[in-house]
């Protein structure tokens, strides 16, 4: 190899995995991705009933993040990233239904608006918070959080936040709902979680032909770059710089990069034990219906638990809550239902007494009795399929971390070993695509400080 230019292995074929390959692919380096599955991970295509769906993230929020992505490439955007109607939906609290964000006409629209204005002097700080290196000595990072604290203000936790601002009940729970995207109860999440709706305000998106779109997106950059995605290849080792895969074949490469979750990269590294149930975050489980028609139902349905503390006991103590958070997407003759589960790795199917009763709980508070009956067909992913390539339990964001070592200050180095870097969800806080993104713009720069880019160094 030439000076500065680096064999780079990346084992995961995840968004992380892929977008990190295109940008270092871009720096000139010959990169090859090791994926044991398809590629896209917790994003892929399934037919269901002859409808295609993009399972896993539905939501593209954060835009800025991938714009920043593209200016690095120097790609044009092919997504054409659509508003999603309703942005992120309908809330059904206790205290009645809110939409976030809250319209003009609605009687909350004035404490959204407090809301709104509490939190402004963070919304220009949010695209170096997602993307920096998480280093205080850095003048744009150490902005952000000076801008994140002034507004988080004494508070730890989304709920301690919350609470302060004495915001009516309905509002209150409604932003509860999206410490989730922490994947841990608002009084676990740190305050940040609680400022989430006001930050992505109207910017609610997916890209005009399905999630899907970003992964073809990614595979396409990387495959113009020269990255060889190789599909069906888990490796099962890794020691130094070089992998040893299922099959007994082994690779030596000048640099690694993990886009795992951090403990499956422990173990492959020989070292640590699966997280115990209470510290992860929570897993789900996916319904994907093909319906015979249009469902009756806005974009976007969301039904929070309906008692905060006792979702969150039972989180705690790896058992099912009461209730619990119910997503629900509907596109014209495709449903979606998400259910919030603790990270137990168990299979889980719709005929589950307690899965049933959650289906009840949607469908009566929606006012679509018996929709699901009606569907032509269902596909369901449970823990154990999040399980299988990701986090013990099938916890979506990995280890949940004790609050002083959360958000912007978790404790996964981005260098874990000389000549191994790591990415993905389990890595960058925030968890969902913008973390995603953001973290491997983050990794790109360290390592394109640490090493010449292979354009300019040979
Ligand atoms: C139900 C659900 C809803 C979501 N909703 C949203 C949303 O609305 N908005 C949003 O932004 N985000 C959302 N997310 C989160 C988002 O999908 C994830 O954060 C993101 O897709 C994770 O990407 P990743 O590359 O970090 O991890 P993964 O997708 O988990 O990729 C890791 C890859 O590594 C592979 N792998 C594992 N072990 C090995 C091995 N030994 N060798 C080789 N390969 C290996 C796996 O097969 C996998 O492909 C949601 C997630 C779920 C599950």
């Not at 902005?143 to 915001?167: D, K």
Request: net charge positive; hydrophobic share 40%; aromatic share 6%.
């Amino acid at each position: 190899m030439g000076e500065g230019r680096q064999s780079v292995g990346i084992l995961g074929g995840g968004l992380a995995g892929l977008a990190l390959a295109c940008l270092l692919a871009e720096r000139g380096h010959p990169v090859t991705v090791y994926e044991r599955d398809r590629a896209g991970g917790k994003l892929r295509r399934l037919e269901v009933g002859g409808l295609a769906f993009d399972t896993g993230p539905s939501l593209f929020t954060f835009p800025e993040v991938w714009r920043a992505f593209l200016a690095r490439l120097g790609e044009a955007d092919p997504l054409d990233l659509q508003p999603l109607p309703g942005g992120l939906g309908l809330h059904h609290t206790p205290f009645g239904t809110v939409p976030l964000p809250v319209p003009p006409e609605h009687p909350l629209f004035a404490e959204w608006e407090r809301y709104l204005t509490r939190l402004e002097p963070l919304r220009p700080h949010l695209g170096p918070l997602l993307s920096t290196p998480p280093q205080l000595w850095r003048p744009d990072f150490l902005r952000a959080s000076r801008a994140l604290f002034g507004v988080t203000g004494p508070h730890l936790t989304a709920e301690g936040w919350i609470r302060a601002q004495r915001y009516p009940p309905a509002l209150a729970h409604a932003l509860r709902t999206h410490a989730l995207n922490a994947g841990r109860a608002p009084q676990d999440a740190p305050a940040l979680y609680a400022l989430i709706p006001g930050l992505v305000g109207h910017e609610v998106f997916r890209p005009a032909r399905g999630m899907g779109a970003l992964l073809e997106t990614l595979l396409s950059f990387a495959r113009a770059r020269g990255v060889e995605v190789l599909e069906g290849v888990e490796v099962t080792r890794l020691r130094g710089t070089t992998l040893t895969f299922r099959d007994g074949g082994a690779v030596t490469h000048d640099l690694l990069v993990s886009a795992l979750d951090p403990q499956r990269l422990r173990r492959l590294r020989g070292q640590g034990a699966p997280s115990p149930a209470a510290r992860r975050t929570v897993s789900g489980l996916a319904i994907y219906a093909a319906l015979p028609g249009p469902a009756p139902l806005p974009a976007t349905s969301v039904l929070p638990p309906s008692d905060f503390r006792a979702f969150r006991r039972a989180l705690r103590a790896g058992a099912w809550p009461p209730d619990t958070l119910a997503l629900v997407h509907a596109d014209g003759p495709r449903l979606a239902v998400l259910l919030t589960v603790p990270a137990l790795t168990r299979r889980l199917g719709p005929d589950h007494p307690w899965v049933q009763a959650e289906l009840r709980r949607v469908e009566e508070t929606l006012g679509v009795p018996g929709l699901l009956r009606s569907a032509l067909d269902v596909q369901v992913l449970d823990p154990l399929h999040y399980a299988a390539g990701g986090h013990p339990g099938g916890a979506i964001y990995g280890a949940a971390h004790p609050l002083w070592r959360s958000g912007p200050f978790h404790p996964e180095p981005y260098r874990p070993a000389p000549g191994l870097w790591q990415v993905g969800t389990g890595v960058h806080p925030g968890g969902g695509i913008p973390a995603v993104l953001g973290g491997a713009l983050t990794v790109d720069r360290l390592i394109g400080a640490a090493i010449p880019d292979a354009h300019h160094g040979g």
